[in-house]
């Protein structure tokens, strides 16, 4: 993406400073993974963070940071609002799609919010 002074998508780079950065900030960490077809390559995997008796759950390092980061924001009380789930909503109306080629289809405004 031109024009921005730094761009960060998750990949296979962002895992371990996810971690880094969730242990600096004072948790646990611990993990695990399930098999679910027979080899180490086939897992579902789940990472948790623990500090003063919050725990904090995902299957990525990146999304376990993102929960810990809400909480830090938003407190005990994270759940949504209204506000919340309106701007939700507004993000999605103004979601672009793009088709396997990537070219750009117009939503049908009536899709469903997730």
């Given at each position: 993406?031109?024009?921005?002074?730094?761009?960060?998508?998750?990949?296979?780079?962002?895992?371990?400073?996810?971690?880094?950065?969730?242990?600096?900030?004072?948790?646990?960490?611990?993990?695990?993974?399930?098999?679910?077809?027979?080899d180490i390559g086939n897992c579902l995997y789940q990472?948790?963070?623990?500090?003063?008796?919050?725990?904090?759950?995902?299957?990525?390092?990146?999304?376990?940071?993102?929960?810990?980061?809400?909480?830090?924001?938003?407190?005990d009380d994270w759940r949504g609002t209204e506000e919340?789930?309106?701007?939700?909503?507004?993000?999605?109306?103004?979601?672009?799609?793009?088709?396997?080629?990537?070219?750009?289809?117009?939503?049908?405004?009536?899709?469903?919010?997730?």
């Amino acid at each position: 993406m031109e024009g921005y002074k730094l761009t960060i998508r998750i990949a296979g780079n962002t895992a371990a400073p996810s971690l880094a950065a969730i242990r600096k900030k004072g948790y646990s960490v611990r993990s695990s993974a399930t098999l679910t077809e027979g080899d180490i390559g086939n897992c579902l995997y789940q990472y948790d963070a623990i500090r003063d008796g919050r725990f904090f759950s995902a299957t990525s390092p990146e999304e376990l940071l993102g929960l810990i980061a809400m909480w830090e924001t938003r407190g005990d009380d994270w759940r949504g609002t209204e506000e919340d789930f309106a701007f939700r909503d507004e993000v999605f109306r103004k979601m672009m799609v793009y088709n396997q080629e990537g070219n750009i289809i117009q939503p049908d405004m009536s899709w469903p919010s997730p």
